[in-house]
């Protein structure tokens, strides 16, 4: 008997995909906007939807919190040292600094994850951390270099004083509100909520905003390629469509690649869908592209904080 092995893989992508998007939509299991504290680690819970000028009171420099990955439900302690529109914090130890590290796959990464901060009171504020260690650190013995971010509800970066969508998309999750989020955006804002989903490799966004009635969804499958996604602008067409120029960095590669992606987005009962047909040339490196200068890493958080109007 001949067995068609191409043919099973593609049955078991299917089958794994279900199984993906099923586990996504369902990552929380809180009411939207609950307020409850975390017992072992293990259980997900979901932060108070509090704005940068309310926490920055609440969570003083020098005090410290615990910071909860929602995905994984790990935990670690940190410190407020700094951070005028955000706050910059720092790992109190080698061991939480560990476990930080941990949570990105033992890699560093400008990319944003979706939090809790803990404060000592009991609190549970919903927050948006990115992974990589920058700028100066103060706490000895440590074993991190620098300082990262975590943002709140309209807090704002650094270098431009601009709100960072991205973060803004985490800290919707960690306070349950994402689809009550996604469904009130325009079909603009939503084409741009897309990408950065995809630079910041959220399937779960990814699977709420693209219309799986269109096309081939196992797009899914092929988002882990892309390590870092810019967007340069995006261009209003006829028939509620829209061009995009990205830039984009692939897992493995160090050069830039351009592409021009025109998206077709159609209205439904939840929110504005995308038709994935159009991620097609996106998620495949091979595909034809404008190739550039080498990624600079010395102008990694530049690059990341780059904001579209819309």
């Known amino acids: 008997m001949v067995i068609n092995i191409r043919k099973h893989r593609l049955v078991a992508a299917i089958i794994f995909l279900a199984l993906l998007i099923i586990f996504v939509i369902n990552i929380t299991d809180c009411g939207e906007n609950k ?6 680690g293990k259980s997900i819970v979901c932060g108070e939807f509090l704005s940068w000028n309310e926490v920055k009171s609440l969570f003083p420099l020098k005090s410290e919190a615990n910071l909860i990955d929602l995905q994984t439900g790990l935990q670690f302690r940190v410190q407020r040292r700094g951070g005028t529109y955000h706050a910059d914090v720092q790992p109190l130890t080698a061991d939480d600094t560990a476990v930080m ?72 999750k960690s306070a349950n509100l994402l689809q009550s989020k996604l469904a009130s955006l325009n079909a603009s804002q939503t084409v741009e909520l897309l990408f950065i ?4 490799g959220d399937i779960e966004t990814v699977s709420h905003l693209i219309d799986f009635g269109k096309g081939n969804s196992l797009v899914l499958l092929r988002m882990e390629i892309v390590e870092k996604l810019r967007i340069n602008r995006i261009v209003p067409l006829e028939n509620d469509s829209f061009l995009v120029d990205v830039c984009v960095v692939y897992q493995g590669l160090t050069s830039e690649y351009n592409h021009h992606i025109q998206t ?36 990694e958080e530049d690059w990341e904080e780059t904001e579209v109007s819309s």
């Open 35 to 40: 307020k409850s504290q975390p017992d072992t």
């Open 264 to 299: 077709h987005t159609v209205k439904t009962d939840s929110g504005w869908k995308i038709n994935p047909e159009c991620l097609t040339q996106l998620l495949d490196h091979t595909a034809a592209a404008v190739k550039t200068e080498p990624f600079d890493d010395a102008m």
């Open 101 to 172: 590290k941990a949570i990105y796959n033992n890699k560093w990464t400008w990319r944003r994850r979706a939090i809790i901060v803990g404060l000592d009171d009991g609190k549970m504020i919903a927050a948006s951390m990115n992974g990589m260690p920058h700028g100066l650190g103060s706490i000895a013995g440590n074993n991190f270099n620098g300082h990262f971010c975590v943002h709140f509800k309209d807090s704002k970066t650094h270098c431009s004083s601009k709100i960072d969508t991205a973060h803004q998309l985490m800290i919707w």
């Open 197 to 200: 989903a995809i630079g910041q």
